[in-house]
């Protein structure tokens, strides 16, 4: 007889496997043994039926059980199939005797078999099938164990039909994933099945490095369709849409409906952004061909937009999006086109984002610094002063150029902050640098057109100068021409005010814009800086040549001092030195050096005279 202690330790064991996900025939294997192992009985077996059907499970504790429940089944007669079919417990306690299932007992018999009791799998009215447990001695079980058998039988039934309906759930999951994946009208693959085929395109195209390509598909006009004709022509229209792309496609490209008119067709395996094209041309094309449908000939056109990628790490999401704004170009040109957005560009505009973002950090935590290139008189080869150059060390991305810098800086309007920090570091140096060099060594500061305009900028320069104990006379603010096509008039407000400060301006990069000699007659500027560009071309362009000497005859006219940039060889210092230019600045001299390595060079020339570079070496 079980004791309660077997019972209940059989109960909880069978209620830890409900929550897992336990297979049936696992369960059932599983009951039978423990029955044996609680019960006075030499073997148990489970038979589960379900109608019309030959069992669909069998459990057996060992061979014997196994065996019959086979002959019940194979016999269609027993207490198995009695208990089955009438939902009662069936007691056999000396089958020698019984007149019952006669068939059945004589061969049960035969194998050794004396007592077999029988309970049924119950759901409610309905039976899943049978518990039988068997004995080699005759005799009856008490009534506990019967009851602990029945007790069993239906703990097992209940777990059964949870495993049972989990297993209909999965299967009608896939059923419905399967369903919920397409397009009802069109059945093609719909956002999540494209979604997920992308994603493992993207990852196959970054090891073979081919190039996926997704083209965004939009029907002009689409909406047209559906109100002269109605919404089921225009289903005719999108199915028919449907098959034509299809047919344009290699077997190894998709095309997935998004929503209403939005096809999406994913290329794989491209060599060149050039196939894509190809495959949306082919595709406008086959569109552009009147379609047939029950109100007669429609006629349509579509936008592709298009982006490619070769880099697993892109998001399909991202390359959709891309390709979805691609297609919004297409239609404002018109429609009935395509456009290519190119992936690389569109990294570089990410990058500039996160750059910008980064750019905010860079001021605050100590990544900028200055250099500084010497200026030299052109005659004998003093430095007469330094140019200011900014420089930003980016932590992951190392040193970051001043022309993405400056841009980046100006978009963002953090270049106030970080042209004034620039300032304030270069006064300092210059103060440093004040018993070594002569009173009117020159600091020449670069300041951007958007940092000259800002409000107040006048009153920063004035303050830096008093902060810094610098002598308003040394600094030298180096503006574009582009200041002056801005908003000349202000522009014009601002010079008035730094002249009234002290300080020297100086026309940078000069020629480079559309700056007219006469610019320099109307604004208050002391310097003119030769672009490089001309400089570069001196020996070859002989118009280059005229024009910087024009541009030197005009400025000495108004009393402004020249410089030239970017002498890079002892040629072009020659050139520049025939044509007059005051100073000059350039590789031949110096590179921009970090302000350590000015201090040396600065004590060199120690005791008030300019100091002289180091001869050159031919650079030529
Ligand atoms: P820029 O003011 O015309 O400065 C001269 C640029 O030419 C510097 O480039 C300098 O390194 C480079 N250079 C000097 N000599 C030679 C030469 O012989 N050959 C060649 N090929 N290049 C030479 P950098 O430092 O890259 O600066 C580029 C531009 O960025 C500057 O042109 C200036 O417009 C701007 N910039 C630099 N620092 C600042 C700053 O602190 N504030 C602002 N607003 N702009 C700055
Ligand atoms: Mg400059
Ligand atoms: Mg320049």
Redesign the pocket.
């Known amino acids: 007889m079980p004791s309660e202690q077997q019972l209940s330790d059989v109960l909880s064991e069978f209620a830890r496997t409900l929550v897992t996900d336990f297979p049936i025939q696992g369960i059932l294997d599983r009951l039978v043994q423990r029955i044996v192992d609680v019960l006075p009985i030499t073997a148990a077996g489970v038979t589960l039926i379900a109608p019309g059907l030959s069992p669909r499970y069998l459990a057996a504790s060992n061979n014997a059980a196994f065996r019959f429940e086979q002959l019940q089944t194979e016999l269609g007669q027993g207490p198995c199939v009695e208990a089955y079919l009438t939902g009662e417990a069936v007691a056999i306690p000396d089958l020698r005797s019984d007149a019952r299932f006669p068939e059945f007992s004589r061969r049960a018999v035969q194998e050794g078999l004396a007592a077999v009791f029988t309970f049924p799998l119950r759901n409610g009215r309905m039976q899943l099938g049978a518990l039988d447990i068997y004995r080699d001695e005759p005799g009856p079980l008490t009534a506990r164990t019967l009851a602990a058998a029945q007790t069993l039988a239906d703990v097992a039934a209940a777990y059964l039909l949870n495993a049972q309906a989990r297993a209909d759930l999965q299967a009608s999951s896939d059923r419905s994933r399967e369903t919920s994946l397409h397009d009802p009208l069109t059945g093609l693959p719909n956002r999540v099945l494209l979604l997920e085929r992308l994603g493992q395109a993207l990852l196959r195209g970054g090891r073979t490095g081919h190039l996926t390509a997704v083209l965004f598909a939009d029907l002009d006009q689409f909406k047209a369709v559906n109100d002269m004709y109605g919404h089921s022509v225009g289903d005719e229209l999108l199915i028919a849409v449907a098959s034509r792309v299809t047919r344009q496609l290699r077997p190894t490209d998709s095309v997935a409906r998004l929503s209403g008119d939005e096809f999406v067709i994913l290329c794989e395996d491209l060599v060149a952004a050039s196939d894509a094209e190809v495959i949306a041309a082919r595709v406008g094309e086959a569109i552009a061909r009147p379609f047939k449908l029950s109100v007669g000939q429609v006629e349509a056109t579509v936008s592709i937009g298009m982006a490619l990628s070769d880099r697993e790490d892109d998001l399909p999401e991202d390359l959709l999006h891309s390709a979805d704004s691609a297609m919004y170009q297409a239609k404002r040109k018109g429609g009935a086109g395509h456009q290519v957005v190119d992936l690389a560009e569109q990294r570089l505009v990410d990058e500039r984002v996160s750059l910008r973002h980064d750019l905010r950090r860079a001021c605050k935590e100590g990544q900028l610094r ?2 500084y ?1 010497p200026i030299v008189r052109t005659a004998d080869g003093r430095i007469t002063g330094v ?5 930003w060390d980016h932590p992951l991305r190392g040193p970051v ?3 993405t810098l ?1 841009p980046l800086a100006e978009q963002s309007g953090i ?1 106030t902050e ?2 004034q920090w ?1 300032l304030e570091r270069a006064c300092l140096d210059r103060h440093r640098w004040a018993h070594h060099v002569p009173d009117d060594f020159e600091m020449a ?4 057109a958007y ?1 000259l305009m800002s409000p107040g900028f006048a009153e920063t320069v004035a303050n830096v100068l008093r902060g810094t104990g610098t002598d308003a006379g040394v600094l030298t603010l ?1 503006v ?1 021409e582009s200041v002056f096509i801005q908003d000349s008039e202000r522009a014009m407000v601002v010079f008035g005010e730094l002249k009234l400060l002290g300080v020297k301006l100086a026309l ?2 000069f020629g480079t814009g559309y700056c007219a000699l006469s610019y320099l007659r109307q604004f208050p500027v002391d310097i003119v ?1 030769i ?2 560009g001309f400089v570069a071309t001196l020996g070859a362009d002989a118009s280059s040549a005229a024009i910087v000497a024009a541009v030197v005859e005009l400025a000495h006219l108004l009393g402004l001092s020249v410089v030239a ?4 060889t002892v040629a072009q210092h020659d050139q520049v030195a025939a044509l007059h230019c005051d100073s000059s ?4 001299f110096a ?2 050096m970090a302000a350590d390595a000015m201090d040396e060079l600065m004590s060199a020339g120690a005791g008030g005279v300019n100091p002289r570079l180091p001869v050159p070496a031919e650079t030529a």
């Not at 600045?585 to 031949?588: A, C, D, E, K």
């Open positions: 200055t250099v290139q140019e200011a150059l900014v420089r150029p001043p022309s400056i270049i970080i042209g620039v500061v670069n300041v951007s940092q180096e574009t940078d990069d800086k672009d490089q940039e970017g002498i890079e600045q350039g590789y031949y590179r921009p």
